[in-house]
């Protein structure tokens, strides 16, 4: 599944798919065939190298989705064929409210003559489909047998139902596989489920157990890029809490379960929380499970799986002192640990104190170039806050100093302006980058850094006395965008050179890069006044490119 909060409009399908797919969808349009509109999904057939279906899923809060099963689309990617359906739709806009209201009528009126027909009419019913689909039959025969609490027959199937063999044809389940298996273990949830509500929930906690255990063995083993079978693992894991609520197993022998499972290689494949258990388990049930925890941390003192535990086990404690202690032993050096005490402190109404923690992260990694963001926006807020603007600028500073970074300047300068002293501290900071630049010509700090901060000051002036021998192509390219109208002259000539250096590469990308350059080649010569030139330039140009179809069509698209 392709997903991605976006417009649903022409801009939004070109986000989604990349400017290559959405191009070649474009070629598909006349391919669409058998528009399907729903309340909120879109389906559709298109005809390409075979026959493939399409479905949209359009709104909603997780913006536009798309399932093909076409190859590419299988790999979870938006593919030319969603995009050709998503242009369909968009191009028969004023008839999608209409059919979107008829389908709510439809879904309307099965509704009502379901309700309406006789319980020997419903069986009919049921029974012609089962009769032709399979796997409704088999979904049907496990529920039924989960009912009557016929326990072998129900184990025997949630059991086949997680065994990840059937679909490992490679010795692992590839991603196109990963939905069908999904599917299973979200049925065989459902199963233990009834087992549940069937009085049977000390059977369902061994069942769930076993089947976690397994899914554990075979996540390793499993393409799941889009989550489908860790969701239907969360539901089984859902199941086994379920299960346990209702049946009340022997708290120290759950406990030891959980922590056997947390602690175990599969783990994540469920992100289950112990403290989802804590009032199954009673205060013996923590106390034992703390106990092993302990030991367990004992063994691995940086293991992350046992740290998760204990701190998840601190923390339902409510001791805050305890938890800082905790998270004290296993500093990470780029001060994301120093932030959680900080913000566990904080919590805590300690506001002082997670201030003077996160200070104290700063100092602990002040050398480190990669220092967790967070905590330096933590830090500097409160500073901000509590009236330190100045304590702010020199936390920048120092990070600045360090990372010589574009987004580390850009940082400097807004604490800067909001302590109203960037002249001095922007004097500085391109000092620093100047002598960097003299220091270490096309190093890693230097001229590019240097270069996109003027940039980004408006000074453009600057930018172009520092750009010569320091800039890289996208620095120019930048320059000569914002100075057409200013200086065209030097303008055009960053231009014409990168266009003969974008001539070789071929590609839809590489196509409208050159397109985009040659729009400023053309802006160029009207502001200097020689359009006839730009005409002879562009002419050669096509002529000598002329057997690249493509770039015709979007040079022609682009007006050129």
């Known amino acids: 599944m392709a997903r991605k909060t976006v417009g649903f409009d022409e801009d939004g399908l070109r986000a ?3 400017t290559r797919s959405f191009e070649r969808g474009l070629g598909y349009l006349e391919a669409v065939s058998g528009l399907e509109v729903g309340d909120g999904s879109v389906t559709a057939v298109v ?13 909603g809060d997780e913006g536009i989705s798309g399932w093909c099963d076409c190859p590419y689309g299988q790999e979870g990617n938006f593919c030319k064929h969603c995009v050709a359906v998503g242009l369909t739709v968009l191009r028969r806009a004023k008839t999608i409210p209409h059919q979107r209201a008829a389908a709510r009528a439809r879904a309307s009126t099965l509704e009502g003559w379901l309700s309406a027909l006789s319980r020997d009419e419903l069986l009919a019913l049921v029974r012609e489909h089962v009769a032709e689909d399979r796997e409704l039959r088999r979904r049907l025969e496990l529920r039924a047998a ?11 199937r949630v059991v086949a139902l997680i065994d990840p063999r059937p679909f490992a044809r490679y010795g692992y389940i590839e991603y196109v596989d990963a939905a069908g298996y999904a599917r299973q273990v979200a049925e065989a949830a459902d199963a233990l489920r009834a087992l549940i509500a069937g009085r049977q929930a000390a059977q369902a906690v061994g069942l769930a157990e076993e089947a976690l255990r397994a899914l554990g063995e075979a996540y390793g083993e499993i393409d799941d890029p889009d989550g489908v079978i860790g969701e239907a693992a969360a539901a089984m894991a859902k199941a086994h ?3 346990c609520g209702a049946a009340h197993p022997d708290p120290d022998r759950l406990a030891e379960s959980l922590v056997g499972h947390l602690l175990g290689d599969g783990s994540e494949v469920t992100d289950l929380d112990p403290l989802d258990y804590a009032e199954v388990l009673g205060p013996s049930g923590l106390a034992r499970m703390r106990q092993l925890a302990t030991e367990a941390l004992r063994r691995r003192p940086s293991g992350r799986a046992e740290r998760y535990l204990m701190e998840r086990l601190v923390k339902a404690g409510g001791d805050v002192d305890a938890l800082v202690a905790l998270h004290a032993q296993d500093l990470d050096p780029s001060g994301a640990t120093h932030l959680r005490i900080a913000e566990e402190l904080e919590a805590a109404g300690r506001a002082d104190e997670a201030l003077a923690w996160a200070g104290r992260g700063l100092r602990d990694c002040a050398a480190e170039t990669h220092v967790d963001g967070r905590l330096v926006e933590y830090v500097c807020v409160r500073y901000a806050k509590t009236g330190r603007a100045a304590d702010a600028v020199a936390v920048r500073r120092d990070r600045f100093r360090v990372e010589r970074s574009l987004a580390a300047y850009r940082q400097l300068r807004s604490a800067a302006r909001a302590a109203d002293c960037w002249e001095a ?3 500085a900071a391109l000092a ?3 002598e960097d630049a003299r220091r270490e010509q096309g190093g890693r700090y230097g001229g590019p850094v240097l270069i996109d901060a003027l940039i980004d000051d408006g000074d453009l002036d600057a930018a172009w006395r520092e750009a010569a021998g320091r800039a890289g192509d996208r620095q120019w390219e930048r320059l000569a965008d914002l100075s057409r109208e200013t200086r065209p002259g030097e303008a055009l000539d960053v231009y014409l050179r990168l266009v003969e250096r974008s001539t070789e590469p071929t590609g839809d990308r590489a196509y409208e890069h050159l397109a985009r350059l040659l729009q400023g080649v053309r802006d160029c010569h009207r502001a200097l006044g020689t359009e006839e030139v730009f005409g002879a330039y562009l002419g050669g140009l096509r002529t000598e490119l002329k057997r690249r179809r493509k770039l015709m069509s ?3 698209r682009h007006g050129l």
């Open 16 to 18: 989604l798919a990349g």
């Open 47 to 59: 005809h390409g190298t075979d026959v493939y279906e399409v479905e949209l899923t359009l709104g």
């Open 146 to 156: 989960a009912a009557r609490s016929d326990l072998r027959t129900v184990r025997d």
């Open 241 to 243: 809490l379920e299960a």
């Open 425 to 427: 501290e922007r004097a």
């Open 432 to 434: 620093t980058l100047r």
């Open 554 to 556: 979007i040079l022609e």
